[in-house]
């Protein structure tokens, strides 16, 4: 039996919630902020609210290597989640971003559950997920805070 893995990455960014959220939750606009694995970002499907509400379906990455996501929770400024559709060998990855007010910034907390596909390869999936999700939080932070 595959066991859940879980993670959990938090940050802190000088610009207020709703900077942060409106970055965080333009699919579309990821490859402007978040790094060198995202060079492509587009909205496969909108959602409810358009672009970026419950149902829409993300795609990140390089071309055909890469992941579509599709949001699950969507509360405007202070919560996001999305569950992984394809482009990682794991199932039922769900993903919660919640972002808290902190002082005159914000407190990103970005965690995530998920099975992975093939046995034993739990803790590499993990190690991965910190360094990619640790990657966005930073940047996240950074180019809420600069825009």
Known sequence: M???SSYRVEGRSDAAPEKVFEMLADGAGWSRW???????????REGTPAPG????????????VGSREEIVAYAPPTH????ILSGLPVRDYRADVRLTPDGTGTRIEWSGTYTPKVPGTGGALRLFLLATIGSFVRRLARHAADD
């Open 34 to 44: 978040a790094g060198p694995t995202i060079v492509r970002s587009w909205w496969e």
């Open 2 to 4: 595959v066991s859940r």
């Open 80 to 83: 996001m989640a999305y569950t």
């Open 53 to 64: 509400g419950v149902g829409a379906i993300r795609a990140l990455g390089l071309g055909r």
